[in-house]
């Protein structure tokens, strides 16, 4: 296997490279075996996803790609002067893409986001007599950032007016030079800068990542957690955010538990963050309401929500600060209820839940204390690490006609009994083994089950989201086996049919 062996390079050590101005300074230089797609692919990534390279940074918004018509031009903002693409040359090289992207940093109070123009260029060298070096492919990524001087540079980057990744690689080896590349990160300095030790750890750290990502993909690495499958990014992102600012400081400086508030406060956040956007979705919800021309809306109004085993609090709190109609109980109350306003605690009850085919079988009735787990008002289920209530929530779902969200911490069976659900194939661990089982529990009612990985501080950070019923599933299938046509087209002639009836005179009948 390969080794990651880092060396520093002189700046004459580069006679086929002509730098555009004395400022530009090479750092560290690494050998690798992977193609120039390797590192387009993986310069590529990191340009879409630069928390990759700094924990300071959510993502990166493309503004601009060359490359693409999809990216979004309807924003007045996005035309101006500071989001145009600076332009920018290097000698020998043809530019092949340009792409425009901001960086977002977690806490905007403390950085502020970051205009950059990222340029690809390439060079190709062709020489079949020169038996000893065969034939070179030089890719260049450079890093133009939208700012005039170091002061002006957020934390999170470099303090370089601009930086460059160079890939060679010999695209036809000989026998004296078998097929390897070298990366190099290259950093233009801001005048009167040095080249110090906190550059050098960066550029370390930098090429690091390309190379492990790089010699990942060769090895035939296959990334197997996919985030943001129902939530776009900027949308979950941009809500967490406000939220946080909203509620994290005051929610951390008041937790009354022995438990870390820096996990569980902002895990809960993120969470809430979740649920608003996939009830934007779903429902016209209480930002939406009466926003549409006329006051109406296509979408169903949002039931309200009850937190089964609601734990500390802190999601119904925020969920009903946020203008969320909704309720959560628990078996024990915590000591978080405390701290919370009156129109929270209000909402939050002392109470276990003994499903109602439970009661009627045994002819044994609870309690106030007892709820049934039936929601008459199809209120939107949530089970956040409910552990035995977990297996129950797609069924409790199905006999309120509810939908829901769990997210599996712990496994029990259906009598609440600790247990490791069966392992399918191809299951990495008994968490996702539990997943699945949860997953399989909501199809078996006719919930067509959708998966998605939470960003949240915690290994046991997926959902299954049962919103959908295979009830129309069925009714299209039948319809378009007896018709043997497609739903759309048969929906069609029935508008047609159903719109020339309105137009005939009425008769008796």
Same mark, same amino acid.
Request: hydrophobic share 35%.
């Given at each position: 296997?390969?080794?990651?062996?880092?060396?520093?390079?002189?700046?004459?050590?580069?006679?086929?490279?002509?730098?555009?101005?004395?400022?530009?300074?090479?750092?560290?230089?690494?050998?690798?075996?992977?193609?120039?797609?390797?590192?387009?692919?993986?310069?590529?990534?990191?340009?879409?996803?630069?928390?990759?390279?700094?924990?300071?940074?959510?993502?990166?918004?493309?503004?601009?790609?060359?490359?693409?018509?999809?990216?979004?031009?309807?924003?007045?903002? %996005?035309? +101006?002067?500071? =989001?145009?693409?600076?332009?920018?040359?290097?000698? #020998?090289? !043809? @530019?092949?893409?340009?792409?425009?992207?901001?960086?977002?940093?977690?806490?905007?109070?403390?950085?502020?986001?970051?205009?950059?123009?990222?340029?690809?260029?390439?060079?190709?060298?062709?020489?079949?007599?020169?038996?000893?070096?065969?034939?070179?492919?030089?890719?260049?990524?450079?890093?133009?950032?939208?700012?005039?001087?170091?002061?002006?540079?957020?934390?999170?980057?470099?303090?370089?007016?601009?930086?460059?990744?160079?890939?060679?690689?010999?695209?036809?080896?000989?026998?004296?030079?078998?097929?390897?590349?070298?990366?190099?990160?290259?950093?233009?300095?801001?005048?009167?800068?040095?080249?110090?030790?906190?550059?050098?750890?960066?550029?370390?750290? %930098?090429? +690091?990542?390309? =190379?492990?990502?790089?010699?990942?993909?060769?090895? #035939?690495? !296959? @990334?197997?957690?996919?985030?943001?499958?129902?939530?776009?990014?900027?949308?979950?992102?941009?809500?967490?955010?406000?939220?946080?600012?909203?509620?994290?400081?005051?929610?951390?400086?008041?937790?009354?538990?022995?438990?870390?508030?820096?996990?569980?406060?902002?895990?809960?956040?993120?969470?809430?963050?979740?649920?608003?956007?996939?009830?934007?979705?779903?429902?016209?919800?209480?930002?939406?309401?009466?926003?549409?021309?006329?006051?109406?809306?296509?979408?169903?109004?949002?039931?309200?929500?009850?937190?089964?085993?609601?734990?500390?609090?802190?999601?119904?709190?925020?969920?009903?600060?946020?203008?969320?109609?909704?309720?959560?109980?628990?078996?024990?109350?915590?000591?978080?209820?405390?701290?919370?306003?009156?129109?929270?605690?209000?909402?939050?009850?002392?109470?276990?839940?003994?499903?109602?085919?439970?009661?009627?079988?045994?002819?044994?009735?609870?309690?106030?204390?007892?709820?049934?787990?039936?929601?008459?008002?199809?209120?939107?289920?949530?089970?956040?690490?409910?552990?035995?209530?977990?297996?129950?929530?797609?069924?409790?779902?199905?006999?309120?006609?509810?939908?829901?969200?769990?997210?599996?911490?712990?496994?029990?069976?259906?009598?609440?009994?600790?247990?490791?659900?069966?392992?399918?194939?191809?299951?990495?661990?008994?968490?996702?083994?539990?997943?699945?089982?949860?997953?399989?529990?909501?199809?078996?009612?006719?919930?067509?089950?959708?998966?998605?990985?939470?960003?949240?501080?915690?290994?046991?950070?997926?959902?299954?989201?049962?919103?959908?019923?295979?009830?129309?599933?069925?009714?299209?299938?039948?319809?378009?086996?007896?018709?043997?046509?497609?739903?759309?087209?048969?929906?069609?002639?029935?508008?047609?049919?159903?719109?020339?009836?309105?137009?005939?005179?009425?008769?008796?009948?």
């Amino acid at each position: 296997m390969h080794k990651f062996e880092p060396f520093e390079v002189p700046n004459d050590g580069y006679p086929g490279v002509v730098f555009p101005d004395d400022l530009w300074h090479c750092s560290l230089q690494c050998r690798c075996t992977f193609t120039s797609d390797v590192f387009t692919t993986v310069m590529l990534n990191l340009i879409k996803n630069p928390n990759i390279t700094s924990s300071h940074l959510f993502r990166a918004d493309i503004l601009y790609d060359s490359d693409s018509e999809s990216v979004p031009s309807g924003d007045p903002a %996005l035309h +101006q002067v500071e =989001y145009q693409p600076i332009d920018a040359q290097w000698q #020998g090289f !043809e @530019k092949t893409r340009t792409i425009v992207r901001r960086l977002i940093p977690r806490n905007p109070q403390l950085d502020k986001s970051l205009v950059q123009t990222c340029h690809f260029f390439r060079n190709q060298e062709l020489d079949l007599n020169d038996r000893d070096h065969g034939a070179k492919e030089s890719l260049l990524i450079l890093y133009v950032p939208h700012v005039q001087s170091a002061e002006e540079m957020p934390f999170y980057h470099p303090a370089v007016s601009q930086l460059a990744f160079l890939f060679e690689h010999a695209t036809l080896p000989s026998l004296n030079q078998p097929q390897s590349g070298t990366i190099t990160i290259l950093y233009r300095l801001f005048p009167n800068s040095i080249l110090d030790n906190k550059l050098s750890r960066t550029a370390l750290r %930098l090429l +690091q990542i390309i =190379y492990k990502h790089g010699q990942g993909i060769l090895a #035939g690495y !296959e @990334k197997r957690v996919h985030l943001d499958q129902l939530i776009p990014q900027k949308k979950y992102q941009d809500t967490y955010t406000r939220l946080k600012m909203k509620y994290g400081k005051q929610l951390a400086e008041q937790w009354v538990e022995v438990t870390d508030p820096g996990k569980h406060v902002f895990e809960d956040i993120a969470i809430a963050a979740y649920l608003i956007e996939l009830w934007s979705d779903m429902y016209s919800t209480p930002g939406q309401l009466g926003s549409a021309e006329g006051g109406s809306t296509s979408k169903p109004v949002f039931p309200g929500f009850v937190d089964i085993g609601c734990g500390n609090g802190i999601l119904v709190h925020i969920l009903l600060s946020e203008g969320y109609a909704g309720c959560g109980f628990d078996a024990r109350e915590r000591k978080t209820w405390t701290i919370f306003p009156k129109s929270t605690r209000e909402k939050l009850e002392r109470r276990i839940l003994v499903p109602d085919v439970f009661q009627k079988t045994n002819h044994q009735e609870g309690d106030e204390s007892w709820h049934t787990g039936m929601f008459h008002n199809g209120e939107f289920i949530i089970s956040n690490h409910a552990d035995e209530l977990t297996p129950w929530t797609p069924l409790l779902a199905f006999l309120s006609g509810s939908a829901f969200v769990a997210i599996p911490c712990c496994s029990h069976d259906l009598s609440g009994a600790r247990f490791r659900a069966p392992k399918g194939k191809k299951m990495p661990s008994a968490y996702a083994t539990l997943c699945s089982y949860v997953a399989s529990l909501a199809e078996a009612v006719d919930f067509i089950p959708e998966q998605d990985v939470l960003r949240i501080p915690s290994t046991r950070n997926q959902c299954i989201i049962g919103r959908k019923s295979r009830k129309r599933t069925r009714v299209i299938q039948l319809v378009e086996r007896e018709t043997k046509s497609s739903i759309a087209l048969v929906a069609k002639d029935w508008v047609d049919r159903a719109q020339k009836l309105m137009l005939k005179p009425a008769s008796g009948h």
